[in-house]
């Protein structure tokens, strides 16, 4: 494999990391494909989750849901889990 194709095959791999680790049904949320959900995306697919919830999930306080908060918000109840 020439070096131009390796970097190809890392690149494409290292982009598809963070939708493998989210999990499917997080992922079709993950509109922008940035490996984090936010406020918007995750109420474009799961409506019933409001802003305070989405607040309690966020774990680290930055704004986003990562895979391990989408994680455990789906385990306390907090986001459908499909």
Known sequence: MTHVKTFAVIAATALCVPAFAMGQSATQADSNEDGVLSLAEVQAVYPQ????????????????LEDAEVKAAQEAGLMPSG
Not at 52 to 60: E, I, Q, R, V
């Open 49 to 64: 989750v409001t802003e305070d919830m989405f607040t309690t999930a966020d774990l680290n306080g930055d704004g986003a």
